[in-house]
T-cell receptor, first 112, second 112 residues
Framework: SQTIHQWPATLVQPVGSPLSLECTVE??????LYWYRQAAGRGLQLLFY??????ISSEVPQNLSASRPQDRQFILSSKKLLLSDSGFYLC???????????FGPGTRLLVL | SQQGEEDPQALSIQEGENATMNCSYK?????LQWYRQNSGRGLVHLIL?????REKHSGRLRVTLDTSKKSSSLLITASRAADTASYFC????????????FGQGTRLTINP
């Protein structure tokens, strides 16, 4: 069966520090991968998605970047965190275009 | 404005009652999906309904889709305390590439 992992679960970082969040999927090949951010009590904002290794589509210009170095690994990064980067970050995968998405447990990031 | 907007934003009912949530969207879709999110967790897929379908059932869940009105409803029958969660609709747009667009969600509270 397929599983999706995200780590860390919680992260507290100072303003101006770098960020690296990792997401890995097991049990499937060539998945579509997605990074979302969710503000408290709000909906999901799509940040990046990838349909293959090295292929990244950015949805919102911002302080973040994404990379897909391996088929089932998706990384969200920042060189210098801002206060506004705080939020709940969710990774998801799907088998194809607009099909069901399967979400990881999320990473709660607090930038102080 | 949002592609998918849920209504109401919050709903509180007694255990055993039925809960109905609505989702409206603005542009043509390939499919519409409903997800549930328990507090602080990732989203869980509930139902996917395609644009050529009008109704789908899964256990105590019933989803309808009216493409002429660009709206969908999610009905949860015989609600339980464990149904307390946020519910999101997500649309796969015809012009939407490899992604879904999520609404802001309905916060459902089931009172014992």
């Amino acid at each position: 069966s397929q599983t999706i992992h995200q780590w860390p679960a919680t992260l507290v970082q100072p303003v101006g520090s770098p960020l690296s969040l990792e997401c890995t999927v097991e049990g499937t090949s060539n998945p579509n991968l997605y990074w979302y951010r969710q503000a408290a009590g709000r909906g999901l904002q799509l940040l990046f998605y990838s349909v293959g290794i090295g292929q990244i589509s950015s949805e919102v210009p911002q302080n973040l970047s994404a990379s897909r170095p391996q088929d089932r690994q998706f990384i969200l990064s920042s060189k210098k965190l801002l206060l506004s980067d705080s939020g709940f970050y969710l990774c998801a995968w799907s088998t194809g275009k607009q099909e069901t998405q399967y979400f990881g447990p999320g990473t709660r990031l607090l930038v102080l | 404005s949002q592609q998918g907007e849920e209504d109401p934003q919050a709903l509180s009912i007694q255990e055993g009652e039925n809960a109905t949530m609505n989702c409206s969207y603005k542009t043509s879709i390939n499919n519409l999906q409903w997800y549930r999110q328990n507090s602080g967790r990732g989203l869980v897929h509930l139902i996917l309904i395609r644009s050529n379908e009008r109704e789908k059932h899964s256990g105590r869940l019933r989803v309808t889709l009216d493409t002429s009105k660009k709206s969908s409803s999610l009905l949860i029958t015989a609600s339980r305390a464990a149904d307390t969660a946020s519910y999101f609709c997500a649309t796969g747009l015809i012009q939407g590439a490899q992604k879904l667009v999520f609404g802001q969600g309905t916060r459902l509270t089931i009172n014992p």
